[in-house]
């Protein structure tokens, strides 16, 4: 294994157990950096250890009491240095995995949501500052200051680092679970890195979770949804999923996400995003687009608006209906919907008004389409789309 | 350990009927209660109206006091309580059942140098 590899699937590890060790998010972070740049001066020379995790984690512990004991004898504090010595060992090989308990804090809802997904990449992802910025397009000195301020949070307001009891699980599961969603969908319109991250996050998740099936759900869902990630795009343009190439479908992504759905029905406690995950594993079961079980897809948006009756999920539904009744009642239901400043919303209304032959309508609705929609790929898709009205 | 302090934000203008408010000081008062058993209560009072504030300032060497809050606001912090609990969350369960008793929102904000 390399060091970049080891940095990619341990990082997040190797700083929540530090975090834990030293309750200090800053301590933790900087001892991790430097057992890595130990690791890039020392592995190439002498090899990687037996056990990477362990030596990462053993040598940040260490690093971290050297740097505590210096900073307490610099400021005369005697007493403080000769305590740190007394931190707990970290047995190298075994190490608990602490990251659970380090997701609910980066997710905490005392935290403002951008910084909830900042820190989340930042900690447990193990991206740089400037890489973060880069995925969400603002300056890294503003980002830089979002995450000393929300640091600064967790540790002046002293935001526990624990797993939430009971009672608040459900509510702040489904916090943890949007902030990993909203990272993939950065991550839908070409950051393909972000939506790695949001997948290797899952999986962590639905690792340290396996019972929880929301988790399981939202895993199903990314891996659906990316299994389809080469055929989205051709040739730097936007293909729907009724006009993908399906042979160009991740099979194994697709077996993967499939098996999860299934687990989930097992468990038998539907929630949105194992219902959204059921949605995509039929649009998966179908060989050609004109195979699709729209009838089941309309049953599990039905379900879906009992559960979590949003806007959203009934635009999507409309696409449903439209396949099933016809695009007539699908527009009664669009236009009931209040979403001015969704892009989709226009865009399917666009389609619909279309299929109706309402050429003058459907052109208003692609323009107003076009001045809400934010990516680029997807603006020129729009723009084609516009141009190709008769 | 660590200090936080509720405060509860009131909006300016109407009280809500004697009989709503008799029912509001017996839930703070089984809250209060509770906190004391849990030795987490270290204050808590209910403030008069910004109309009973004087702000002093300093002007070059004079001292002046004047009638009037510190700023005119549409709300104002109608009342503080100063609570001992091992972490956030724990605060934010207190402020949760402040707030359904009063319908009110609370700020939670720590000391500094509160935790030991």
């Known amino acids: 294994m390399t060091v970049e590899q080891v940095f ?282 004109a195979d699709t079980r729209w009838d089941q897809i309309l049953k599990l948006y039905d379900q879906l608006m009992v559960v979590a009756p949003t806007p959203v999920a009934a635009l999507n539904r409309a696409v449903a209906v439209a396949e099933v009744e016809g695009a007539g009642a699908a527009l009664a239901i669009v236009d009931e919907l209040d979403l001015p400043g969704y892009y989709l919303f226009h865009a399917i209304r666009a389609d619909l008004l279309r299929r109706l032959g309402r050429v003058g309508d459907a052109a208003a609705a692609y323009d107003r389409a076009i001045e809400t929609v934010e990516n680029e790929a997807e603006l020129a898709f729009l723009k084609r789309r516009r141009s190709r009205l008769p | 350990m660590m200090l936080y302090a509720l405060n509860m934000i009131q909006p300016v203008g109407e009280k809500p009927p004697p009989e709503a408010l008799e029912k509001v000081m017996a839930e703070l008062g089984v809250i209060r209660r509770d906190l004391e058993a849990q030795e987490a209560w270290v204050f808590g009072r209910p403030l008069h109206g910004p109309e009973a504030s004087t702000v002093v300032r300093c002007r070059g060497d004079e001292i002046v006091a004047m009638d009037g809050p510190w700023t005119e606001g549409k709300e104002f912090i109608g009342g503080l309580m100063i609570i001992q609990v091992r972490d956030l969350d724990a605060a934010l369960q207190v402020a949760a059942r402040y707030a359904k008793a009063t319908g009110l929102p609370l700020e939670v904000r720590p000391f500094q140098g509160g935790s030991d």
């Open chain 1, 8 to 289: 990619r699937e341990e990082h997040g590890r190797a700083v929540a157990v530090l975090v834990r060790v030293f309750g200090d998010v800053d301590v933790a972070e900087e001892a991790v950096q430097d057992a890595f740049a130990e690791a890039v001066r020392r592995w190439p020379v002498s090899g990687p250890p037996p056990s990477p995790a362990g030596w990462i984690i053993t040598t940040a512990r260490n690093k971290a009491i050297d740097r505590l004991r210096r900073e307490a004898v610099r400021d005369g504090k005697q007493v403080q240095a000769a305590l740190v010595g007394d931190v707990e060992p970290v047995e190298e090989g075994v190490v608990r995995d602490e990251r659970l308990r380090l997701i609910f804090t980066c997710c905490h809802p005392a935290l403002a949501p951008q910084a909830r997904v900042a820190l989340t990449l930042r900690l447990l992802g193990g991206l740089t500052t400037a890489e973060i910025s880069r995925a969400f397009l603002v300056p890294e000195k503003t980002m830089a200051q979002r995450l000393v301020r929300a640091k600064g949070k967790i540790r002046d307001a002293r935001i526990p680092y624990r797993v939430p009891e009971k009672e608040d699980l459900p509510e702040r599961l489904s916090g943890v679970l949007a902030v990993i969603y909203l990272v993939f969908n950065q991550g839908y319109g070409g950051r393909d890195e972000l939506a790695a991250e949001a997948v290797r996050l899952g999986r962590a998740l639905a690792e340290l979770m396996p019972d929880e099936p929301e988790v399981l759900g939202l895993l199903a869902l990314m891996l659906l949804i990316e299994s389809r990630r080469p055929a989205r795009m051709v040739d730097g343009e936007l293909v729907l999923l009724g006009d993908q190439d399906r042979g160009l479908w991740d099979r194994a992504l697709v077996a993967e996400g499939q098996a999860l759905v299934r687990r989930c029905l097992r468990m038998n406690r539907p929630g949105p995003y194992q219902i959204q995950a059921a949605v995509n594993a039929v649009h998966s079961d179908a060989a050609r687009a």
